[in-house]
Nanobody
Framework: QVQLVESGGGSVRPGGSLRLSCAAS????????LAWFRQSPGKAREGVSC????????RYVESVEGRFTISVDKIKKTVDLQMTRVVEEDTAVYYC??????????????????WGTGTLVTVSS
């Protein structure tokens, strides 16, 4: 049974850092693309970052480029999102997602097969 469980959300001040982690089980990460999406209040869900284990490619939405870093630990079966220099616009529920994928990132939301339940990040002074 595939499971994705996010952790690490919480409150952080603007300019601060936070690390989200997603524990994956029930599938072989080597053949999957893993991604982080987020949904802010009143807005549609958007892709934040993606990593394709087929070729190691990564992609970031422009608004987080240079501030967020996605990483995969294939032994621990986790995919992390290191968030730095956060801004209030980063406030959202962050979701981990995975799909069987043999191409580079990005991956559309509609192509994602598995989803976690989300973890809330609040950026506020």
């Amino acid at each position: 049974q595939v499971q994705l469980v996010e952790s690490g959300g919480g409150s952080v001040r603007p300019g601060g850092s936070l690390r989200l982690s997603c524990a994956a089980s029930g599938f072989d990460l080597r053949y999957y693309a893993l991604a982080w999406f987020r949904q802010s209040p009143g807005k549609a869900r958007e892709g934040v970052s993606c990593v394709a284990n087929s070729d190691g490619s990564t992609r970031y939405v422009e608004s987080v480029e240079g501030r967020f870093t996605i990483s995969v630990d294939k032994i621990k079966k986790t995919v992390d999102l290191q968030m730095t220099r956060v801004v209030e616009e980063d406030t959202a529920v962050y979701y981990c997602a995975a799909t069987f994928w043999d191409r580079p990132c990005p991956v559309d939301e509609d192509d994602m097969e598995y989803w976690g339940t989300g973890t809330l990040v609040t950026v506020s002074s």
